[in-house]
C-alpha cells in the first residue's frame, strides 16, 4: 500500500500569508494526486487533481505541484474562508489512500 | 445541478449489517465511477470502495473486504453499500462521491453524508 504523509500537521496563518502544505507518497505516484479541503461538518471539496490542475470554480490563488514522491499544495494569499482541513489523496494505485491532512486557522 | 444524497445511516449493534444508499442527479449517473469514504469522528478520510460505471470493476481495501458490498442501479441513478459483520470501528460519517471521469479516481462531487454508529 502507498501511504501518504503531510506536513505540517497543523498550521496557523494570517490573512494574506503565503501557506504551504507538502504532501509526499512512500513511492512514486507520478502525477496521480489530489487535494481537498474540507470544512468542519462538511463534504470534501476537490481543489486540485492530477497535481496540478485546478479544479473548475476553485479561486486562483491554491496551486499545487510536484510528481513522483513529493508534492506540494500553496494557498498564494490566505483568505478568510480559507480554514479548514486539507487532505492530499493519491490515485496511482489501489488501495486509494489519504494523507492524515492539515489544518488551516485564520490567526 | 449534480446532487448526491446519501441514506441509511443509523445505529447498529456490532454483528449486525446497514444498507446505505446514495441518490445521484444532475448527470449522467452511468457514465462515471463512483466510490465510497467513510470518516470515523474526529479523524481523517479512508477509502472504502469503487466501483467502475458498468460495475466491471470492483475494489475494497482489506479493512472491509469480504463484509461490505457495493453495488448500483444505473436504471435508478443509485449506489449502494451493504455492510454486513460490523464492527465499532466501523463508526463513521460515509461519504459518496463521484469520480471525476474517465476513472481517475479523483472525485468531484459528494454528497452531505450519513452517520453510521456501531454500538451495543
Redesign the interface.
Known amino acids: 500500500d502507498i501511504q501518504m504523509t503531510q506536513s505540517p500537521s497543523s498550521v496557523s496563518a494570517s490573512v494574506g500569508d503565503r501557506v504551504t502544505i507538502t504532501c509526499r507518497a512512500s513511492q512514486g505516484i507520478r502525477s ?1 494526486l ?1 487535494w ?1 479541503q ?1 470544512k468542519p461538518g ?5 481543489l486540485i ?2 497535481a496540478s490542475s485546478l ?1 473548475s470554480g476553485v479561486p486562483s490563488r491554491f496551486s499545487g505541484s510536484g510528481s513522483g514522491t513529493d508534492f506540494t499544495l500553496t494557498i498564494s494569499s490566505l483568505q478568510p474562508e480559507d480554514f479548514g482541513n486539507y ?1 492530499c ?1 493519491q ?1 496511482n494505485s ?8 492539515t489544518k488551516v486557522d485564520i490567526k | 445541478e449534480v446532487q448526491l444524497v446519501e441514506s441509511g445511516g443509523g445505529l447498529v449493534k456490532p454483528g449486525g449489517s446497514l444498507r446505505l444508499s446514495c441518490a445521484a442527479s444532475g448527470f449522467t449517473f452511468s457514465s462515471y465511477s463512483m ?1 465510497w ?1 467513510r470518516q470515523a469522528p474526529g479523524k ?4 472504502v470502495s ?1 466501483i467502475s460505471s458498468s460495475s466491471s470493476y470492483i ?1 475494497y ?2 479493512s472491509v473486504k469480504g463484509r461490505f458490498t457495493i453495488s448500483r442501479d444505473n436504471a435508478k441513478n443509485s449506489l449502494y453499500l451493504q455492510m454486513n459483520s460490523l464492527r465499532a470501528e466501523d463508526t463513521a460519517v460515509y ?1 459518496c ?1 463521484r469520480d ?1 471521469g474517465g476513472g ?5 462531487y ?4 450519513t452517520l453510521v454508529t456501531v454500538s451495543s
Request: no cysteine; glycine share 12%; aromatic share 28%.
Open positions: 496521480w489530489a481537498y474540507q462538511k463534504a470534501p471539496k476537490l487533481y492530477a479544479q487532505y489523496q490515485a489501489f488501495p486509494l489512500t489519504f494523507g492524515p491532512g | 466510490i469514504v481523517g478520510l479512508e477509502w469503487s475494489y481495501p482489506d461519504y462521491a471525476e481517475s479516481y479523483f472525485f468531484d459528494w454528497g452531505q453524508g
